[in-house]
């Protein structure tokens, strides 16, 4: 691929990722806070939107896998990651997402963006205590100053953002954006020993597979261990609006995450961090301005210092990364 065609490549998974997760910001917060026609209700059983998502994403993934199986002249040695594998980081996988989806109860979306781009924390802990791996001064430093601007963005209150939540409790929707969080480092950090031991396990296997075991056992609690999946159905069914709206977040979701797999495998994961790590703060920009979250300036203070934190540790990774390129070419 040439240098245009290489940029035009990355401007194109840009504009998928941004459009995709943009979009799919703007509808979870309005899934989250709409009160659907007839009835004026509210969408029950919030947590349950990513088991539906779940299972979208992998029929999205198993269908391309599949073409791009045909399409591919070889194929990567190694054993293949056995199916039961993907089963323990689907159930942090399962539970964390769900519980970040129930924060926006209590919390307005643009905070739940803001800690979640805090994810650096929690995987830097579990890569620490289960890959053993080792970080540098300016790591630590990176994560302090990640840690500093969210709390200084929480603490001022959004009173315009707060109106429109189902249960305002600022305490109890940061602490689940918090489990949400430590799930996220445990996922990770057993993806990363999958492809680490598996070394023939694709990006695509891992979104496929990830996303089958996790829309299993939500669909298995939602439609056998309870009577969720059935008020949820019909919900939905009664107030068609309310489908479209979730239909669509759905669609987004797999979308983004195939956009996603197609960065990773053509630019690395660096240009992806780079790509979501925007993507988070223009949701935050579309929740302040779209959607009436107002924002104070303490508020845009912890958001200038929690990015800083952000852009800085990419540039160290970046930095480690070419010194690995410059030894292994000596």
Excluded at 133 to 154: H, N, T
């Amino acid at each position: 691929m040439g240098g245009t065609g290489r940029l035009l490549g990355l401007v194109l998974c840009a504009c998928g990722i941004y459009t995709a997760y943009l979009y799919q910001g703007y509808l979870q917060e309005r899934i989250t806070t709409a009160k659907y026609e007839p009835g004026f209700e509210r969408l029950p059983h919030l947590g349950m939107l990513h088991g539906l998502q779940s299972f979208v994403c992998f029929f999205a993934a198993f269908a391309v896998n599949a073409v791009v199986s045909l399409m591919r002249k070889t194929t990567k040695n190694g054993p293949k990651t056995p199916l039961l594998e993907y089963l323990k980081p689907a159930l942090t996988n399962t539970i964390g997402p769900a519980l970040g989806i129930l924060a926006l109860k209590n919390i307005p979306y643009s905070s739940q963006v803001l800690v979640k781009s805090c994810k650096l924390v929690p995987v830097m802990v579990m890569g620490a205590i289960f890959g053993k791996k080792r970080y540098s001064a300016k790591e630590y430093l990176c994560v302090a100053l990640i840690c500093v601007g969210l709390v200084v963005f929480s603490m001022k209150k959004s009173s315009a953002a707060n109106k429109k939540l189902m249960e305002p409790n600022l305490v109890l929707g940061y602490a689940l954006c918090a489990v949400n969080l430590a799930f996220d480092g445990f996922t990770n950090a057993y993806q990363d020993k999958i492809n680490s031991t598996y070394e023939s396990t694709t990006s695509l296997d891992m979104m496929c597979w990830m996303n089958f075991w996790t829309g299993s056992l939500l669909c298995g609690y939602m439609f056998g261990a309870s009577n969720v999946g059935a008020e949820l159905v019909s919900f939905l069914v009664s107030h068609p609006k309310s489908m479209l709206d979730v239909l669509a977040f759905c669609l987004c979701g797999a979308l983004g995450q195939l956009f996603i797999f197609l960065t990773i495998n053509k630019f690395g994961a660096l240009t992806l961090t780079l790509v979501t790590t925007t993507r988070k703060f223009f949701s935050i920009l579309i929740s302040s301005f779209v959607l009436g979250s107002t924002l104070v300036g303490q508020q845009w203070a912890g958001i200038g210092l929690l990015f800083a934190g952000l852009l800085w540790n990419m540039q160290i990774k970046s930095s480690k990364g070419g010194s690995k390129r410059a030894k292994k070419a000596k």
